[in-house]
């Protein structure tokens, strides 16, 4: 299998399936997502010895 193919069975194809529920959808996984990763939870990070 290439890579394209890959991409399309793993990726592709469940997202366009669960899209059409319109609850989520390609944009939801654009890079950043207006998370600010320096903000902390209950004194913790997600950042696992990442920069923000």
Known sequence: MDEAE???VVWRNPITFFAQSGR???ED???GGG????????G???LRGQTP
């Open 6 to 8: 890959i991409e399309k």
């Open 24 to 26: 989520i959808g390609f």
């Open 29 to 31: 996984f654009d890079e």
């Open 35 to 42: 998370i600010d990763r320096s903000q902390l939870h209950e």
């Open 44 to 46: 913790n990070s997600v």
